[in-house]
């Protein structure tokens, strides 16, 4: 049989068959001596339980469109990069690499801004709609904005973001049948504690899937959290008008005289955090050493 793979733990894989049914699974041991390992979102061949008393075999992963590494899922539609006002404040670096990394794997980014009722989030999301990103301003608390970004999430749609800045309580705003388990922000520390163990996809009521994912604290460019140096003009997508208007040709676009795309900040066409955080991301990334560059997804 085929089906969808919606979550992991400790070696059983639950599989959402074409016929609707829900199945536990184990894998092949080949997958291990492979060094693949069956990922959310994942279109799988299966064998299903002969009895009650044991688990269904995951047989092969079928082509994947796209992968990440953090959170680990694949064939993905939208990643959903969940920032909050405060505690923790938006981190706008961490922002843009995953933007960046999900450009490059061809999902669409959506900026998501909670806690508004917290405060003005100012021109943030305009930001990202000036890149041609869907971006929302929301609170899961008094439930505004959340229509409209209901309406944005379709096929699989993956959210992400820092821990604490309530991805849990927001998808349980805005789908309330997930009842999803929710923590609080540590006063100590000014983050969230990791209230989801594994990415977990939810299937919706009118059609599509919604994966929470645990949070992070910080992003690992050698765990997937990083693009080729080469590759990551093309994953700012307001920077594609100026390409090729530099003065030289070589122009990386982090700090040469003549940058078109350095002129088009100063014009105010690019927002000049998204200009800064791509120079920050492009001199990490050219400073990987070979052994990480290997661990990047592939294009």
Known sequence: MEGLLLTSLSGFYTVRGDDGARYVCKARGRFRREGETPLPGDRVTFSPAADDDSEGVVQSILPRRNRLA??????????????????????LLALDRLTAVAVEQGIDPVPVFNKDDLGDFGDLPARYRQAGFAAFAVSARTGAGLDELRRALTGVCVFTGNSGVGKSSLLNALFPDLDL?????????????????QVTLYELPQGGFVGDTPGFSTLDLTDGAAVEPENLVFDFPEFAPFLGRCRFSSCTHTGEAGCAVAEAVERGEIARSRFENYGALYRESATLPAWARKKLPPR
């Open 70 to 91: 953090r959170p680990p899922v694949a064939n993905v539609d939208r990643l959903v990069i969940v920032s909050a006002f405060e505690s923790p404040a938006p981190d």
């Open 181 to 197: 388990a929710t923590g609080a922000v540590s006063e100590k520390l000014g983050r969230g504690r990791h209230t989801t163990r």
